[in-house]
């Protein structure tokens, strides 16, 4: 696809989904280059926040020496700008549904701009920021169609979510074989198997054949012998018996490789992120908190890195996964399985916060948030280092004493709580599926 | 119970203010950062449970409650938690259309009118601090505080997209 109808796409897909501009409006430039003597804008972004925090229409707007934003005055709009020169750093400070772009001067000036957008915005904003900082860095960044960039950030998180307009369609395909990478033997052996089956289905219409030529016309023309032509009957029949067991058993071969490719196997590595659509809420607020854009959430995976807790069907693993997730990497980070309950997974994954290797793996008030939010706790009886909680029903709402406040993040060996999972899959507590190391797991189900 | 009491001290010595780059500015010991607020409990403990972070997203302090701070600190504490937490409100809705993999919703929220888009299968979710939040593909949140006061029409909307 050309640029230009690429970009005529992304023109089409603002125009039709959002509220905002496709492009810069023609009075904003021109007031813009205006200002500025004639300069030609490079790059641009919407600010769609003001200070009061309402939707309105400002322009980030940047040319070769000069920063400015754009304010509708009335009618009018105003440029407030400064010299490109003149900045020394830049800041953003991300929210839930907001981040605010900051511009600064020299150390204890007011700030030089600072900008608030949706995050709707956050791609046409980093292009901006982008330039500046390299510029900081004492790089700079060719030159690029304004109109485009701007198109192109806006139209992008809808344009991925609709998958058929997706710009390149073969990348669909692409992502799909890489599934396939890890089954590579099953996947061998099953093309093998397709291969023989094909192969030797010739085989008895070619046996049929030989057996009518040069078996049973001769024999009654008088020219082959009577046993000599039942024994190469006989041997035609045998081998085709036999053609028929190779393909039983290479069909045997093909489905019990080919036909369950992904739904059996061990538990996938944690670096190859889960697909999990049923906690897209959890992603959504992981992502926000640990400042991450929105990358992973177009392509519907979790993030891994940075949570301190790991999905282990329907529980949240908080010590035995987490630490292999921390050692290597080589187990599952998060995932949540299509059968799980989206109202049990979202807000429990949602509150846990990023960790790094020296902090708690729970927050030490999680137990009582938890039991605040109706999540049962208790504790496995099976296992005396669960004293120090009290059983909870899965309806429990007080709050139960915390066994992570025993614990600390400087504790040899440092495990979090452990507590039982009293699913109604598994009544009698213990998490169905769970690996039979100590696994400590929070209830899931609300 | 020691690292406890190490933890409380520290954040009695943890002073923020707002100063003129517009940036919030954490104190301590001697320690100079300008910080963000990271929300540790977003829906829950939405005042609560604060992480300060840096420009690199390291934390520099976590505060467990307004009430640790003095009066100055804490209002501008209360500034930058009304920012970071800050989400469209919803008011009213006013068009939901389903298209190829998206759902287009057509709302009024109290920043303003908005049309925004949803995957078809990111659906409206309640939270614990109550309402229910909406999603958009780009990542925005729409919170509907109180959807039994919204308007008949839409709830109608609403209530086809919740459990």
């Keep these: ?446 | 119970m020691v690292r406890l009491s190490k933890d409380l001290e520290r954040q009695q010595q943890l002073k923020l203010d707002r100063r003129a780059d517009g940036q919030l500015w954490a104190s301590r010991a001697g320690e100079h950062c300008a910080v963000s607020v990271h929300r540790c409990f977003p829906w829950s403990e939405p005042g609560r449970y604060l992480s300060l972070r840096d420009s690199e997203n390291e934390e520099f302090a976590l505060v467990r409650g307004p009430d640790e701070l003095d009066p100055s600190s804490r209002d501008a504490l209360r500034d930058a938690i009304a920012e970071a937490g800050f989400v469209l409100q919803v008011e009213r809705i006013t068009k939901v259309e389903e298209e190829v993999e998206i759902r287009s919703w057509k709302v009024e929220t109290r920043q303003g009118p908005r049309s925004f888009q949803t995957r078809l299968d990111d659906w409206p979710m309640d939270v614990p601090g109550g309402g229910i939040v909406i999603r958009d593909v780009a990542g925005d949140l729409y919170h509907v505080a109180e959807p039994e006061k919204l308007d008949r029409r839409s709830r109608t909307w609403l209530w086809a997209f919740v459990d």
């Design chain 1, 1 to 446: 696809m050309s640029e230009q109808n690429q970009h005529t796409i992304d023109r089409q897909i603002i125009e039709r989904y959002t509220d905002q501009p496709a492009r810069m409006p023609a009075e904003v430039r021109s007031a813009v280059e205006d200002a500025w003597g004639g300069r030609a804008v490079q790059l641009y972004a919407l600010s769609d926040l003001d200070a009061g925090m309402r939707l309105t229409d400002s322009w980030l707007v940047l040319c070769e020496d000069r920063v400015g934003i754009a304010k509708r005055v009335g009618q009018a709009w105003r440029v407030d700008d400064f010299e490109r020169r003149r900045l020394v750093d830049t800041r953003e400070a991300p929210g839930l549904s907001r981040s605010t772009l900051t511009l600064l001067g020299p150390v204890d000036e007011p700030a030089l701009l600072l900008i608030r957008y949706t995050h709707r915005q956050q791609r046409s904003v980093e292009n901006v920021r982008f330039v500046l900082q390299q510029e900081l860095e004492g790089r700079s960044v060719p030159s690029v169609d304004a109109d485009s960039q701007y198109a192109a950030s806006v139209a992008a998180p809808i344009r991925e979510a609709q998958a058929l307009v997706a710009a390149n369609q073969a990348a669909v395909l692409i992502r799909l074989m890489g599934y396939l990478g890890r089954y590579k033997r099953q996947l061998v052996a099953g093309f093998v198997a397709a291969t023989l089956i094909t192969a030797v289905s010739l085989v008895p219409p070619f046996l049929a054949g030989c057996l009518i030529d040069s078996v049973v016309r001769p024999v009654q023309d008088g020219t082959l012998s009577v046993e000599r032509g039942t024994y190469l009957a006989r041997l035609a029949v045998g081998t085709i018996a036999l053609v028929f067991l190779i393909r039983q058993a290479s069909a045997l071969v093909r489905l019990r490789y080919m036909s369950v490719l992904g739904g059996v196997g061990r538990a996938r590595p944690a670096h190859r992120a889960l697909r999990t659509p049923a906690a897209a809420f959890a992603r959504l607020l992981l992502e926000g908190e640990n400042r991450k854009s929105d990358h992973a959430g177009e392509l519907g995976y979790i993030p891994t890195l940075g949570f301190s807790g790991v999905r282990d069907h329907r529980c949240v693993a908080v010590c035995g996964d987490a630490d292999r997730t921390e050692h290597g990497a080589l187990e599952p980070g998060l995932g949540a399985g299509l059968g799980d309950g989206r109202a049990g997974a979202r807000f429990l994954l949602g509150d846990l916060q990023a960790r790094r290797a020296h902090e708690p793996v729970l927050h030490t008030r999680l137990a009582e948030v938890v039991a605040r939010n109706r999540r049962a706790l208790g504790y496995d009886p099976g296992d005396t280092r669960g004293e120090g909680l009290q059983p909870g029903g899965t309806r429990d709402k007080t709050p139960t004493k915390s066994c992570c406040r025993s614990q600390t993040a400087s504790t040899p060996g440092y495990t979090a709580c452990r507590w039982s999972c009293r699913s109604a899959r598994n009544p009698a507590g213990g998490c169905p599926g769970a690996r039979p190391k100590n696994q400590e797991a929070l209830q899931w189900s609300a």
